[in-house]
Every structure is written in C-alpha cells, then in structure tokens.
C-alpha cells in the first residue's frame, strides 16, 4: 500500500473518538465546520444545495479534513448534496483548495459548476493527497489545466467517481497530473473536452496514472489524446472502456496518446511506458495517426481493439519502442493510409495469440499492419479477412503457426484456411457491426499453433479461460474447449469429442506430411 495512503486511513481509525460536525444544523457553512475541525473530526453535510464564498474555493492550508454527505452510498443523497461553486463566479473558485501537505477524504459530495481562471475547476491540490469517493463532479471547468480536477506533485485516489461535462481550455478536461501519482478505481469519465490536449485526463513529468474498472466515453480534444494523452509517464490500464473518444482537428491518439516529449515521428528513445489489460478500446477517431492508441513502449494483453478511425495511419494502434501484444482481437479499424489495424516503427515488436480481421485501408500500403522499421515477430495468430488484402513490410517479418489470407513474408507454418469465426463481424454502409471471433468446432486453428509454445501456468486467452486446454496451443486469441478432453465445447465430454479429436488428427498428420 502507499506510504500516503496508509497515513490517512490510520488517520481515520481514530475518527470513530472524533465528532460528527453537522452542516448545517450545528454549522451554518462547511468552512465554519472545517475551522472547528480537530484530527479525527467529520464533517457531515446534509442534502442541499450550499453555495457563497464559505462553503466554496475552500483552502484546507494544511490541514487534515475527512468531509461526506449523510449517506455516501445513496446515489440520490450525493446527487442531493450539492457543493455550487457558480454562486462565487470570480477568479479561481474551485470546491477545494489543496496545498501545504493538506489530506482531504471527500465521501459522497456533488461538485457542480466549479471554476478556475488558472487550473484546477473543483479540485486544486498542490503537494498534498486527497481520497475521493462516490462523489460527482458537473459542469467544471478551467481556463488553463484540469476543468474538474489539477494535481501537482500529489497522490490522488478517486473510488467511484463520475466526472462528466467538464472542459479546459488548454490541458486535461477533467483531469490534470503534473508530477503526481492518480488512481481511478469504477470510474467513469464522459462528455469533457479539452481545447489542447488530453479530453479526458492529461499527464505529465514522470506522473503515475492507473485507471482500474473505469469508463472513458464520449471525450474530445483538438489535438492529441481524445481519452487520455500523457508525456513521459507510466501509464496502466486494467479493464477498461475506451470508447468514443475523437481528436477533433489534427492530433493523434483516438483514444489514448502516450509518448515521451519528442514528435512522434522521431527517432529518438522512447520515455513513456504502457500497460493495457482486458480492456475495450472501440470506436475512437482521430484526425491524423492511431485511432484507437499511439504509444510507445506498449505492454497490452487481452484487449479489443474494433472500429476505430484513423485518417491517417494506424486505424487500431500506431506503436513504437518495445511492443508487446497478445490475446487480442483487432476487427473492424480503418485507416485511410496504412496499417488499418496496426502501423509499426519499433525495432522490438511482438504479436502472439490475436486475431485480425475485417480491417481495412484506402491505400495499399498495409491494410493490417504497415511496418516501417525493424523487425516484427507473429506467432499463433489469424490474419484474416483484411481489405484491400495487402501487406507492407519495409523489414522482414518472421511469422510462425499462423492462419493468413494474404502471404507472409518470412514465415513457416503458415495455413491459408478459413478460420471459422462463430460469427464473422461485418460492414454495413461504413459501419462496422462486431462479431464473435470464438472458432467453431471444426476450425483447423484449434489446436494448431506452436506445439512447442512454453505457456505458463497462469497464462489465460481472452475469455480469462486457461490457454494451453487441448494440449497445444490454438490460433487467435481463444483458446477452444471447456475442459481438457471438450473438443465441441458442449460442457460435457463423450463419443463426439472422441470424433472431433480423430478428425484433427487426422487431419494435422496429413498437414505435417505434406510440410
């Protein structure tokens, strides 16, 4: 646990011999009831609506202060508990103001209308650590950084926050890190914008992002990251939803932008780091390169990548630096120029254990994957049904135990079958309509992929099912059968998987004696 965080929850095991300070019926304002404040004290606000300069842009100066509604789990007591910063509308007027290592725990509030001239629209900290949760921010914005919320060389952790509605008029639309440490935990962020970058979240200066169980919808910026854009910044992803997000004029990054402070067509060393897990990267648009994601140093696992729009290159993801992608399916992305699914310029990239499909280009130059340097390696994974049906590979890739339509240049235990998706996604006036891309009983990819796969015990295909099931690894990114000997993934093993197992024999000796 972090060292901060474990500071303010010892803090709080001593509020049960602290008093309950109760707005308004003992305290007219919330800031009378933080002046009279002790450590270990709350602040309990009854439902309302509380506005004027005592109970907005209120600055903690170093103390302290755990502040909640009467019943923070109740969605419609938090919605009624409104802290209005639109009354003061003058200067910088956020709900709170954080500096001089000042703790806040904030349980249950509605911030609304909260506004900076400079940063920080309902949240300003500054050197300081705040816990925030079950709490709504509407309507907030900045004139420079972060409309709903701006941390400098800070530790925030936001539990089951909405943020929606809010905008800046240069970085970060609701969120803005700078040097600091930010944790997202079952919260959504929708509707913001940004008028720089980053219409969600924007970080920056060795900033730690970490979003866990969180929903990204419907965000916009001019230029990079219409979710999220972050400068030489660690960021992690764990099953998320990133959907809707757009660049509006030139930027890049659809959805997620992460790179180090140099152009991203530069040839210098990559600083930012990536790590994207069982998440949901769909239907994001950018006007120039990475529809879904432009990043470096990209770590993603188990994800889907579908129906993102790139009007330049990269449809799905344009990536550099070191690259690592398996268990995922990228269907349906678009891209007026190459790489439909994916533009690579990295020396180290790596594809195992995914399926493209259905991904198309206007130009020749790569209607899945436009490799314009180094070396890339794809292991058991299914290429199929990519339109125009073009690759282009400045550098020689090595595939290995793939299902491909079009040729692969350098490869050895290439199939050109049909794969047998359960149900193929398809195009409809420009659309795309998603599929299911489990494989069907008689799939030849079942079971088909490097026999000599060293997969770990704790390995798991896009489902969260264990990889290695029938004995040898399949093609794609789902691994067949729901138990060990359930060839026809029925649930139950009989006379038919006995069928389904002597065909593929069958028909696998027949392949390898004809390799």
């Known amino acids: 646990m972090d060292t901060r965080v474990f500071l303010i929850l010892a803090s709080l095991s001593v509020s049960a011999f602290g008093a309950d300070l109760l707005v308004p019926s003992q305290y007219p304002t919330i800031l009378a009831a933080i ?92 050197n300081s650590t705040a816990i925030i949760r079950n709490c709504v921010f509407e309507d907030c914005m900045a004139f420079d950084q972060g409309g709903a919320v701006y941390a400098e060389n800070s530790f925030l ?38 008028r720089d970058s980053g219409g969600a979240i924007y970080a920056e200066s ?141 020396q180290n990239f790596v594809v195992e254990q995914c399926t493209i499909t259905d991904n198309r280009s206007d130009d020749s130059a790569g209607a899945w994957a436009y490799v314009k340097r180094g070396s890339t390696s794809m292991r058991n994974s299914i290429i199929w049904g990519n339109y125009p049906g073009t690759l282009n590979f400045c550098a020689q890739p090595a595939s290995y135990y793939c299902d491909a339509q079009q040729p692969l240049l350098n490869g050895s235990n290439i199939i050109t079958v049909d794969p047998l998706f359960v149900k193929p996604g398809e195009w409809e006036n420009n659309s795309y309509i998603e599929g299911d891309y489990h494989l069907r009983p008689e799939s030849a990819c079942i079971n088909a992929g490097d026999p000599n796969e060293m997969v770990g015990v704790d390995e798991i295909d896009l489902d969260g099912n264990a990889r290695l099931r029938l004995g040898r690894i399949d093609m794609g990114a789902y691994e067949s059968g729901s138990g060990e000997m359930d060839f026809d993934q029925d649930g139950q093993v009989n006379f038919k998987d006995f069928a389904r197992f002597t065909q593929s024999w069958l028909w696998q000796a027949a392949w390898r004696e004809n390799e």
């Not at 506005?51 to 103390?63: E, F, I, M, V």
């Not at 007027?93 to 001239?117: K, V």
């Not at 992803?237 to 509006?248: E, S």
Request: some cysteine; aromatic content about 10%; proline content about 3%.
């Open 35 to 126: 002046n009279a404040a002790t450590p270990g004290d709350t602040v309990v606000i009854s439902p309302g609506m509380y506005a004027g300069q005592d109970n907005s842009n209120l600055h903690l100066s170093g103390k302290n202060v755990k502040i909640r509604s009467t019943d923070p789990t109740n969605p419609d007591v938090v919605a009624g508990t409104i802290i209005d910063c639109f009354d003061v509308f003058y200067g910088d007027n956020p709900a709170f103001y954080l500096d001089s290592n000042s703790t806040l725990i904030l349980d249950g509030i509605t911030i609304l209308d909260g506004y900076a001239y400079n940063s920080g629209g309902g949240i300003y900290c500054r």
């Open 206 to 346: 060795n900033s730690k992002l970490t979003l866990n169980k969180c929903l990204l919808n419907d965000n916009s910026t001019s230029w990079d990251g219409g979710a999220i854009c972050a400068h030489d910044c660690e960021l992690s992803i764990t099953d998320c939803n990133i959907i809707g997000n757009a660049t509006l004029r030139g930027g890049c990054g659809g959805g997620i932008y992460s790179l180090g402070y140099l152009p991203y067509n530069s040839d210098s060393l990559p600083t930012s780091r990536v790590l994207i897990t069982n998440s949901r990267i769909k239907y994001n648009f950018v006007q120039n390169s990475g529809g879904g994601i432009l990043a470096e140093n990209l770590s993603m696992s188990r994800c889907f990548i579908i129906g993102n729009i790139s009007q330049f290159n990269g449809g799905g993801v344009w990536a550099r630096g070191q690259v690592d992608i398996n268990s995922s399916v990228f269907a349906g992305n678009w891209s007026s120029k190459g790489g439909a699914a994916l533009e690579i310029q990295t």
């Open 157 to 194: 952790k936001f539990l089951n926050c909405t943020i929606y509605d809010s905008s800046s008029d240069t970085f970060g639309g609701a969120i803005y890190s700078r040097n600091s440490e930010i944790e997202l935990q079952d919260c959504a962020i929708t509707e913001s914008f940004a």
